[in-house]
C-alpha cells in the first residue's frame, strides 16, 4: 500500500481511541469501533501485501516488528478480558512516523551529531566499530528482565482489569518487579569499578525496595486500600526512589570528577552523558518528593500529580537519550519498542495531572495508576526478547567465524 493512506489512517486512530476510552454515546462509541476495524484492516492488507511481494520473508519478519506487533496486538475484538490492549492502537502513530521518514531524518540527524562528536574528539569508536561491538550484557541478564518485566505487565494489566486486585495480580507484581530488581542487580555486579561502591550499593537497595514493594499484598489482596498500607507503599516507592536519585548523583559526580582525566582504561569509563544523568537524578528525586508527599495528602492533589508527571518524564527522557544510541547495538526495533514504553511510563499519571477529578472515575484510576504503565512494561519486555536474540544471533555469528 502507499504511505498517504496508512498515514491517514493512523492519525486517525488517536480520535477513535479517544472516544472509546470517553463516556461518549453509544452512537460515537458504534462509529469508533467501526472506524478501530477500518483502520487495523489497512495495516493489516499492508503486511500481508508486503510478505507476498517481498522474495525473503524471514528477513522481512525481523526487520519489520513493530509493523508485526502493530497488527498483532491491536486487533479490534480481543474479548473482555483484553480490551485494555487497546491503548496500543497508538503504536500506529509510531508507525506513521516511520511512513513520514522521521526515524530516516533522525537517523541522518544522528549521523550528523556523530560526525561533529567525531570532530571534538569525544566518540571512541567509529562507526563500523560501533556496529560490530557487541552486546554486554549477559544473556542471563536480558532473560530475567524480560520474564521480569512481562510478568510485570501482566500484573499490571490485570489490575487494571480488576482494580480490587487477585492474589495471582499481586504475585505477578510481586514475581515481576524482584526478577527485574536481580537482573539490574546481576548486571551492576560488573560495574564497581565504573561507578563506584556508593552508587551501586544506593542503586542495588534502590531495585530491592522496588522489587519486594507488593509483597504485603500478595499475602493478603484485602490490604490494598487500607490507609496504613497505602502509606507504607508511599514510603517504599518514595524511598527507593530517593535511593535511586542518590546512585544517579554519586555516578554523576565520579563522571565529573574524570572530565580532566584521560580514561585508558574502557572499563572505568561512564558511557552515560552528564545530562542523561543529571535528568534521570532530577527525575527521581522530583517523583520521590511527590510519593512522600502522599504521606499527607494521601487523596492526591493535581501538584502532587504533576511531580508524579514530570518526575518520570524527566527519566524517561534521560532513558530514552542514552537508549537510542544503542540502536547499532540492539537493533532499532528493540530502540523503538524501549522508547516508546518509557514515553508511556511517563505519560501514565498527566491525565490525572490536568484533571485531578478523574481519579473518582475507575476508569481512568485503573488505567493511570496500572493501565498504561502496564502497557509500557509489556513493550519493554518484547524489547529486551529481541535484545536476547540479538545477542544469540551474535554469539552464534562469532562461533561460525
Known sequence: MTDKP???????????????????????????????????SAFCVDVVVSLVLVS???????????????VLLTFPSLGATLQYLRVLRLLRVLRAARLMRLARLARVASALYWVHRQAVGTK?????????????????????????????????????????????????????????????????????????????VSLMLSVLGWG??????????????????????????????????LGLLFILDRKLSRTSLVVTDPSLEIHASTFQLAAGAIGLAIWS??????????????????????????????????????????????????CVACVLWGVSYLPLALNPNLVTDSRWEGACFWGIAGVGALLAGIA???????????NRHLASV
Open 6 to 40: 496508512l498515514l491517514v489512517a493512523a492519525m486517525l486512530t488517536i480520535p477513535a481511541t479517544i472516544i472509546e476510552f470517553s463516556h461518549a454515546s453509544d452512537t460515537w462509541r458504534h462509529g469508533a469501533s467501526i472506524l478501530n476495524w477500518v483502520i487495523w
Open 56 to 70: 525473503e520473508r524471514h528477513r522481512y519478519l525481523r526487520t519489520h516488528v513493530l509493523e508485526l506487533v502493530v
Open 124 to 200: 571512541r569508536f567509529d562507526l563500523a566499530a560501533r556496529a560490530a561491538e557487541p552486546i554486554r550484557v549477559t544473556r542471563v541478564t536480558v532473560s530475567l528482565a524480560a520474564v521480569g518485566l512481562l510478568a510485570w505487565a501482566a500484573g499490571q494489566l490485570a489490575m487494571w482489569a480488576d482494580l480490587h486486585g487477585s492474589r495471582a495480580a499481586w504475585i505477578c507484581e510481586v514475581v515481576g518487579p524482584v526478577l527485574v530488581a536481580i537482573a539490574v542487580i546481576n548486571h551492576l555486579r560488573f560495574l564497581s569499578r565504573r561507578f563506584g561502591h556508593l552508587a551501586i
Open 212 to 245: 519486594f514493594v507488593a509483597a504485603p499484598f500478595a499475602l493478603d489482596p484485602s490490604r490494598y486500600g487500607v490507609r496504613a498500607w497505602a502509606e507504607y507503599m508511599s514510603w517504599t516507592y518514595g524511598s527507593s526512589t530517593a535511593l535511586a536519585a
Open 289 to 338: 518528593s511527590g510519593q512522600f508527599a502522599l504521606l499527607q495528602y494521601p487523596a492526591g492533589a493535581r501538584w502532587i500529580h504533576i511531580l508524579s508527571t514530570v518526575g518520570p518524564l524527566l527519566v524517561a527522557l534521560a532513558v530514552i537519550a542514552h537508549v537510542e544510541q544503542l540502536s547499532l547495538r540492539i537493533g532499532l526495533a528493540a530502540v523503538d519498542l524501549g
Open 384 to 394: 529486551s526478547l529481541l535484545v536476547l536474540f540479538r545477542k544469540n544471533t551474535w
